[in-house]
């Protein structure tokens, strides 16, 4: 089993608020890590006494594509909560034709580098539109394929493209590339309101958890965007869905 972590997007409106409540909270329901979504105004040291006063690993984090201007702010983040993956995505209009997936490609590419030499890791979290058709293929295909040193991170609810696509056939056939999964679950449907807690919507969260490589995936990270429902009680009955089946392993 992988350990469970919690992309802090999905509380950040209490984090923004509240660091140690928020963080408490979390570690309280049982993760054993977070994923950042910036800082929220807050200062990065503060945020890593937090969490290592409450034994949460900061696991990766989420930011803007990574350039020579802003690479040394990144590594300098990253050291201090103590990860070393950097995740980015890019716009619907980065995919909307094959000349702009191999510029999205290069660019990748280009701050993979910047990662490299400084010791980090260069990650690429999907949304839906990398999944539509194009040039007889997906965007997300071209774009693992011309930028073959980035990871994928893996967002089940949105490479679904509203159950266009066989995410677990999908994963399987790029598993090598895979180092961590959102685990996040919906109805399918366009809307804020399609979001639920993962296992309570008509994503295939087992079949997508079992579909990466066991050697390779390091966390599954849970996250949702909107909620119907209290978003708390979503984050942890997330939890529990994913501990409870023995897919990930937590605190408690």
């Known amino acids: 089993m992988k350990p469970i972590a919690v992309q802090l997007y999905s509380v950040r409106e209490l984090f923004q608020k509240d660091i140690p409540g928020t963080l408490a909270a979390m570690a309280?329901?049982?993760f054993k890590g977070v994923e950042m979504a910036g800082m929220r105004g807050h200062k990065p040291q503060d945020v890593a006494a937090v969490c290592r006063d409450l034994g949460l690993k900061a696991c990766s984090a989420h930011i803007g594509l990574p350039t020579a201007e802003t690479?040394?702010?990144?590594v300098e983040v990253a050291r201090t909560l103590g990860y070393d993956l950097l995740v980015t995505n890019?716009?619907?209009e980065h995919f909307a034709t094959l000349d702009a997936v191999k510029a999205t490609a290069e660019a990748l590419q280009n701050a993979h580098e910047l990662a490299r030499r400084n010791g980090l890791r260069m990650g690429y979290h999907n949304h839906d539109f990398e999944f539509d058709p194009l040039a007889g293929r997906t965007g997300m295909e071209i774009l693992l394929e011309?930028?073959?040193d980035i990871i994928w991170q893996v967002d089940t609810c949105h490479a679904a493209n509203f159950g266009a696509i066989d995410v677990p056939a999908f994963m399987k056939r790029y598993a090598g590339r895979i180092r961590s999964i959102h685990c996040k679950d919906s109805l399918l449907?366009?809307?804020d309101e399609k979001?639920?807690?993962v296992g309570k919507g008509k994503v295939d969260i087992v079949g997508c958890v079992q579909a990466g490589d066991a050697a390779k995936v390091e966390w599954l990270i849970v996250e949702l965007d909107a909620c119907a429902t209290d978003m708390m009680q979503a984050v942890r009955d997330s939890y529990d869905f994913l501990t409870g089946r023995g897919l990930a392993k937590g605190n408690r």
Request: net charge neutral.
């Open 189 to 191: 449907a366009r809307g």
């Open 90 to 92: 890019r716009k619907a």
């Open 146 to 148: 011309l930028a073959p």
């Open 71 to 74: 690479i040394d702010q990144e």
């Open 28 to 30: 309280e329901i049982g």
């Open 195 to 197: 979001y639920t807690a």
